[in-house]
C-alpha cells in the first residue's frame, strides 16, 4: 500500500527555514526517485526538488542555492532543507516519487512564509 506523509511545514518569516520530512511506504521508496512538489492557490503543482535512487539532485530555478533535497533509505524518509524562505515560496508541499505515477498524494504540509 502506497504511504506518504508529510510533516514540518509551518509559519516562517521571510529569511528563515524549515526542514520537511516525508515518510514513504518502503514498497515505493527503495525503487523510486523521490521528489518534492509544491502547489500555491490558484496555480498548478509545480516539481521543486528531486533526488534519484543514487542521491543525485535537480532543483527548480526559482529553490535552487536556497533549497537542499536528501534521503535516507534506511529511514525511507526524504528531506527539503530550505534556507532562505521567500513569501512565493508559500504553498502547500508534498512529496512524491519521481516521475509521479498515478493519482495518489499525501495530505501535504503548509509552508507560509510571511512577516
Known amino acids: 500500500q502506497v504511504q506518504l506523509v508529510e510533516s514540518g511545514g509551518g509559519l516562517v518569516q521571510p529569511g528563515g527555514s524549515l526542514r520537511l520530512s516525508c515518510a514513504a511506504s518502503r514498497s515505493i521508496f527503495s525503487r523510486n526517485a523521490m521528489g518534492w512538489y509544491r502547489q500555491a492557490p490558484g496555480q498548478q503543482r509545480e516539481l521543486v526538488a528531486g533526488?534519484?535512487?543514487?542521491?543525485?539532485?535537480n532543483y527548480a530555478h526559482s529553490v535552487k542555492g536556497r533549497f537542499t533535497i536528501s534521503r535516507d533509505n534506511a529511514k525511507n524518509t526524504v528531506y527539503l532543507q530550505m534556507n532562505n524562505l521567500r513569501p512565493e515560496d508559500t504553498a502547500v508541499y508534498y512529496c512524491?516519487?519521481?516521475?509521479?505515477?498515478?493519482?495518489?498524494w499525501g495530505q501535504g504540509t503548509q509552508v507560509t512564509v510571511s512577516s
Open positions: 512524491n516519487v519521481l516521475p509521479v505515477k498515478g493519482d495518489y
Open positions: 533526488i534519484s535512487t543514487g542521491r543525485s539532485t
